[in-house]
């Protein structure tokens, strides 16, 4: 060995069994109770302990040149052929990330192209099951996040006094696991409901809220399950460009200018927007069949009802898709009475507003203009009832990017094509009951001075309740988070008149 070399300092065998961070933790932990740790000691006690404190210092210097030695070591390999790590032919390209992000990276099985035209009724039931099961009451981002979670380390630091000696150990945690049940409730229990849009028209002489029975949910899919969606969206999309849907299912009508028209997906039955050639008037065409509801669409229509979003008495059994373009819209209208109320729409991909109005002005090309706006978030649900489906129309005006929508409604029974078959899968859907969390408040204990405060409100109350019930006092909601937009609002948009 040259002199010019220091001789390598002897390591700890001990220490050899700890990692760097590890000893890092326990360097910081003791230098900072040392004088603590120290007190009442002999003087060589003391300068041992410091010893050792110190020692756990020139191992993590020891450690940082080994690492050094190593890169400079790795440099060199890497300027030989074959020795790149970009180039391992064995290492996993199956990431995290990839098969949370991708379609066909999970372990769901995908709905293979058919040239049956109804691709998806070839599907045995136990795989569409199990494809979409997780999409319905979880999602996969929360399973590997429940396997993470669920197990918790934490370092035990341990001095031994006698001999100075320090040891950390790693004690593992087991938290307890939620079922798919408890997941979806808590879910459910999250979600953001509105129910208070007003808006005051003049309609046959008097003022009336014309948004009342509007209803917007947010929360109802999460990140992971809109993209499940929007990917099966372009799926039935590019098969209905291939001929591989119904002719009546699918529609893509020429643009001849900007916002002239819309790509349509239609299940369970055809829509005549206007008279049609063949002089067939607006509404469900009797003679005219489309394909059936895809299952994704079904485990949708069963979340919407389990969560309290449409009542199970108007179980939706048909639904369009709308593919919108930059600058596409709807203008204003009223939905057909072919359909049950409520019905709901559900917004992916792009943020937009839509206008409420008893009567909507088409301003000039492609512009209208409302009263009230409402934007729709992401993985949204617009409900509509009452005088907000009866009352106002909406419309869209011209989406700023690309947007889908699924709007999902029940046929009248007497309007229902010939020869359609309701879907059994989409019958006898129990809503979750808001019981579990009622039960868990009433068990809850409740402090003794709040008990006092609640009996003095009930007193109140009774003693009040008589001139309540004689009072007609309409006391109008406070503004909520959603703003109120005055006529100003304008959108600029190319008019769809074939709609």
């Given at each position: 060995?040259?002199?010019?070399?220091?001789?390598?300092?002897?390591?700890?065998?001990?220490?050899?069994?700890y990692?760097?961070?590890?000893?890092?933790?326990?360097?910081?932990f003791?230098s900072?109770?040392?004088?603590?740790?120290?007190?009442d000691?002999?003087?060589?006690c003391?300068?041992t302990?410091?010893?050792?404190?110190?020692?756990?210092?020139?191992?993590?210097?020891?450690?940082?040149?080994?690492e050094?030695?190593?890169?400079?070591?790795?440099?060199?390999?890497?300027?030989?052929?074959?020795?790149?790590?970009?180039?391992?032919?064995?290492?996993?390209?199956?990431?995290?990330?990839?098969?949370?992000?991708?379609?066909?990276?999970?372990?769901?099985?995908?709905?293979?192209?058919?040239?049956?035209?109804?691709p998806?009724?070839?599907?045995?039931?136990?795989?569409?099951?199990?494809?979409?099961?997780?999409?319905?009451?979880?999602?996969?981002?929360?399973?590997?996040?429940?396997?993470?979670d669920?197990?918790?380390?934490?370092?035990?630091?341990?001095?031994?006094?006698?001999?100075?000696?320090?040891?950390?150990?790693?004690?593992?945690?087991?938290?307890?696991?939620l079922?798919?049940e408890?997941?979806?409730?808590?879910?459910?229990?999250?979600?953001?409901?509105?129910?208070?849009?007003?808006?005051l028209?003049?309609?046959?002489?008097?003022?009336?809220?014309?948004?009342?029975g509007l209803?917007?949910?947010?929360?109802?899919?999460?990140?992971?399950?809109?993209k499940?969606?929007?990917?099966?969206?372009?799926?039935?999309?590019?098969?209905?460009?291939?001929?591989?849907?119904?002719?009546r299912?699918?529609?893509?009508?020429?643009?001849?200018?900007?916002?002239?028209g819309?790509?349509?997906?239609?299940?369970?039955?055809?829509y005549?927007?206007?008279?049609?050639?063949?002089?067939?008037?607006?509404?469900?065409l009797?003679?005219?069949?489309?394909?059936?509801?895809?299952?994704?669409?079904?485990?949708?229509?069963?979340r919407l009802?389990r969560?309290?979003?449409?009542?199970?008495?108007?179980?939706?059994?048909?639904?369009?898709?709308?593919?919108?373009?930059?600058?596409?819209c709807?203008?204003?209208?009223i939905?057909?009475?072919?359909?049950?109320?409520p019905?709901c729409?559900?917004?992916?991909?792009?943020?937009?507003d839509?206008?409420?109005g008893?009567?909507?002005?088409?301003?000039?090309?492609?512009?209208?203009?409302?009263?009230?706006?409402i934007?729709?978030?992401?993985?949204?649900v617009?409900v509509?009832?009452?005088?907000?489906?009866?009352?106002?129309?909406?419309?869209?005006?011209?989406?700023?990017?690309?947007r889908?929508?699924?709007?999902?409604?029940?046929m009248?029974?007497?309007?229902?094509?010939?020869?359609?078959?309701p879907?059994?899968?989409?019958?006898?859907?129990?809503?979750?009951?808001?019981?579990?969390d009622?039960?868990?408040?009433?068990?809850a204990?409740?402090?003794?001075?709040?008990m006092?405060k609640?009996?003095?409100?009930?007193?109140?109350?009774?003693?009040?309740?008589?001139s309540?019930?004689?009072?007609?006092t309409?006391?109008?909601?406070?503004?909520?988070?959603?703003?109120r937009?005055?006529?100003?609002n304008r959108?600029?948009?190319?008019?769809?008149?074939?709609?």
């Open positions: 060995m040259s002199d010019d070399q220091p001789e390598p300092r002897p390591r700890d065998p001990f220490l050899l069994n990692k760097p961070s590890e000893l890092r933790i326990a360097s910081e003791l900072t109770w040392a004088p603590f740790l120290s007190k000691l002999c003087q060589h003391t300068q302990l410091s010893d050792r404190i110190r020692s756990l210092d020139l191992e993590l210097d020891s450690h940082a040149e080994q050094q030695s190593e890169e400079n070591s790795n440099a060199e390999n890497s300027n030989i052929p074959g020795m790149s790590e970009d180039h391992d032919d064995n290492c996993d390209s199956n990431s995290i990330g990839s098969w949370k992000d991708g379609w066909n990276g999970g372990s769901e099985p995908v709905v293979g192209p058919s040239t049956s035209g109804s998806w009724l070839e599907t045995p039931p136990s795989q569409q099951k199990k494809s979409w099961a997780d999409m319905e009451e979880e999602e996969e981002e929360d399973e590997f996040e429940e396997e993470e669920s197990k918790t380390s934490k370092r035990v630091v341990d001095l031994n006094a006698a001999t100075g000696e320090l040891r950390i150990s790693k004690v593992v945690v087991e938290k307890p696991k079922s798919r408890q997941r979806e409730y808590i879910r459910f229990m999250n979600l953001q409901r509105k129910k208070d849009f007003i808006c028209e003049r309609v046959k002489g008097k003022f009336v809220n014309i948004l009342d209803e917007l949910h947010t929360g109802v899919f999460s990140a992971a399950e809109q499940r969606i929007v990917d099966h969206v372009y799926q039935l999309q590019e098969m209905g460009a291939k001929g591989e849907l119904k002719e299912t699918y529609s893509a009508p020429s643009k001849w200018m900007k916002g002239k819309r790509v349509t997906l239609q299940f369970g039955c055809c005549n927007y206007a008279i049609d050639k063949n002089g067939n008037p607006p509404g469900i009797p003679d005219e069949l489309a394909d059936p509801i895809p299952p994704l669409f079904k485990v949708i229509i069963r009802v969560w309290h979003v449409l009542p199970p008495t108007c179980v939706p059994d048909s639904c369009i898709v709308n593919i919108y373009e930059e600058g596409d709807i203008p204003p209208h939905d057909n009475h072919d359909f049950m109320r019905f729409t559900v917004s992916f991909l792009s943020e937009c839509i206008l409420f008893s009567n909507l002005k088409i301003v000039g090309a492609g512009e209208f203009a409302g009263p009230y706006s934007p729709l978030p992401l993985g949204s617009l509509l009832n009452g005088n907000g489906a009866d009352v106002a129309k909406h419309c869209v005006p011209a989406v700023p990017s690309k889908i929508s699924i709007t999902f409604r029940r009248d029974e007497s309007k229902r094509p010939t020869g359609f078959v879907e059994p899968d989409l019958q006898g859907i129990q809503p979750l009951s808001y019981e579990e009622k039960a868990q408040k009433l068990n204990t409740k402090p003794e001075y709040h006092k609640q009996s003095v409100r009930r007193a109140v109350n009774m003693e009040a309740r008589g309540a019930e004689r009072s007609y309409y006391i109008e909601p406070h503004e909520s988070t959603w703003s937009r005055g006529p100003a959108r600029r948009t190319g008019l769809n008149l074939s709609s």
